[in-house]
């Protein structure tokens, strides 16, 4: 192996891991000093990491306090650090850590806050992108509209979480104390539109028929499939009107970026 | 948008006067107010994506000339450049067109895993032809010529057999590259590793020096007793890094130069006084007023 990959693997062990005094020194002329000169590039990494997460999650760090935040993020950079050094993309498994950390196990609603959090991170940093003009599905054939498959801007996401992480999201980051103490944790899946437009990111809540119309939809699936998902045997009064008008909002508010039809290759 | 900026303050190349380093709590305003500095240095790192903050950033090229500072590349990784990575800044490059692009002689990434700081490099044979490799793909990338930065250290490879300063020469003579002088730097490594910051200073190719870097660092004592300089951009450029500037605009001639401040980030108005202070060493050296080396 290189010596240089040597080093360089010895300095990551050092860095990210538990105190390695087995490893050799880098530093021969200082052999004394050295555990403190790695010091200081070990606290530099960390805390950078840790800024970084405390950047993509206010409202975590809000919920749980600094000291607790700290404690997670550093645990969570241990084990699972950035592979890019572009660090807004430092985080998308931040939330399913919070789920299985078990400090954490008597807030139920964290890791749902996280995952908004980290859905308004990504749709703040999207790359720029253009809007699908809806004049063009009007050159499908009709017989083609059940197979289309419309494919989302960047930014744009739907999230179903079981906690209303939407009200406790903006009750904390405003502090509002009345807000948060009238949060009420149901047990109903809670749909979550994040975008962002010309105006910045927003969140909007979706009915449980669009947001299941939906969720299908931005996940690529046709708009046949799509009908499918809301259609579950039960289907209530005026469910075709909210897909409609769901449909129709998407395409009025640009959230597609293309579509593409059966056969096609999807881009 | 970018395109049409011919006869405004941000064509050419940068001018040889004082910029300040642009950081999130001045954003609005320095984007409102548009202060008289000579010129911008961004981070590349943060504007790698859409939305409100590239669009600031190119509304911003209409006014001042910029510089594009990247602290991600790793240049001196073993194991190879992210070529995602260097794909996401050749178009931001492409796009925002800045009149300076610079990285570090340093590594951050191994084994596909970015720790977060600008770590040190061995001076050795072997990381001389490795950074030659990756500045020269990276200069192919862009399609244009970098400056790399002389680094700040706490420790000392064993490996390193090459002085720091004909490394950089080497790496200079061999790429094509320039340098981006970071006085700072030169002042706080040459006093943890015993080094003369002077003889550094000459050792370098002058012509070679596209940018100045200055900043502010702390002086901290280790549990051992010595005393060991740390490069946190936290504060005012102390007066021996004023000094050693001064030293170095009389050997190098006038140079861009950039105040760097990334913790604490005080008030604009504290940045654009450091930026004047440079502005009267480059004013001096403007008007042959030159120090005589001791």
């Known amino acids: ?267 | 948008m970018f395109e049409s900026v011919s006869g405004s303050n941000a064509s050419g190349p940068i001018p040889a006067i004082a910029g300040i380093g642009l950081r999130f709590p001045h954003h609005r305003q320095i984007n409102e107010t548009r202060p008289a500095i000579g010129w911008l240095e961004v981070h590349t790192e943060n504007y790698l994506g859409g939305g409100s903050t590239r669009r600031m950033l190119f509304d911003l090229r209409d006014t001042y000339p910029l510089s594009l500072h990247g602290v991600g590349l790793s240049l001196g990784s073993a194991d190879g450049l992210d070529m995602e990575h260097l794909k996401r800044i050749a178009r931001l490059v492409r796009d925002l067109q800045p009149q300076l692009v610079s990285e570090h002689l340093s590594w951050s990434t191994v084994d596909g895993t970015y720790l977060a700081d600008l770590l040190p490099l061995p001076m050795s044979e072997e990381a001389l032809e490795l950074i030659c490799r990756h500045v020269t793909q990276t200069q192919e990338a862009l399609g244009r010529r970098i400056l790399i930065e002389n680094p700040s250290t706490y420790l000392q490879c064993p490996q390193s057999v090459i002085p720091e300063w004909e490394f950089l020469a080497e790496v200079i003579r061999r790429t094509g590259c320039g340098l981006l002088c970071d006085v700072n730097n030169i002042f706080v490594s040459a006093f943890n590793h015993n080094w003369d910051a002077r003889a550094y200073l000459q050792e370098l190719p002058a012509a070679a020096v596209g940018e100045i870097h200055l900043a502010g660092h702390a002086l901290r004592t280790l549990n051992s007793g010595a005393q060991i300089r740390i490069d946190d951009h936290g504060s005012r450029v102390s007066s021996e890094v004023w000094q050693l500037y001064r030293f170095a605009l009389s050997i190098m001639g006038a140079k861009p130069t950039l105040i760097e401040w990334d913790t604490d980030v005080p008030a604009l108005e504290v940045l654009l006084s450091e930026a004047a202070h440079a502005t009267q060493y480059l004013n001096a050296i403007a008007e042959g007023v030159h120090e005589h080396a001791a």
């Open chain 1, 1 to 267: 192996m290189s010596t240089l990959l040597e080093w360089q693997r010895s300095m990551r062990a050092r860095l990210l891991g538990a105190p390695r005094p087995d490893l050799p020194s880098a530093d021969a002329a200082t052999d004394a000093k050295s555990t403190e000169r790695y010091a200081i590039y070990r606290h530099t990494c960390l805390t950078t990491l840790i800024n970084a997460l405390r950047l993509n999650f206010p409202a975590v760090r809000l919920l749980v306090g600094d000291e607790f935040f700290e404690g997670a993020a550093a645990q969570f950079v241990s084990a699972q650090p950035p592979t890019s050094a572009y660090l807004n993309d430092y985080g998308a498994s931040f939330a399913a850590f919070l789920a299985q950390f078990p400090p954490a196990a008597g807030i139920s609603y964290l890791s749902d806050v996280a995952r908004l959090e980290w859905a308004v991170s990504r749709s703040l940093h999207a790359p720029d992108s253009a809007s699908l003009d809806p004049a063009a599905l009007s050159a499908l054939d009709p017989s083609q509209m059940s197979a289309v498959r419309f494919h989302p801007r960047p930014g744009v996401c739907l999230l179903r979480l079981n906690a209303p992480a939407d009200e406790i999201w903006r009750a904390v980051l405003s502090g509002d104390e009345v807000a948060m103490a009238a949060v009420k944790l149901g047990n109903r899946p809670v749909y979550l539109l994040v975008e962002r437009d010309e105006r910045g990111t927003s969140v909007q809540r979706l009915g449980c028929v669009a947001g299941r119309f939906s969720e299908a939809l931005l996940r690529g699936q046709s708009l046949n499939e799509a009908l499918d998902a809301v259609d579950d045997g039960h289907v209530a009064d005026g469910a075709n009107e909210e897909v409609n008008a769901a449909l129709a909002d998407h395409l009025r508010a640009g959230r597609f970026a293309e579509f593409t039809t059966e056969g096609e290759n999807e881009i």
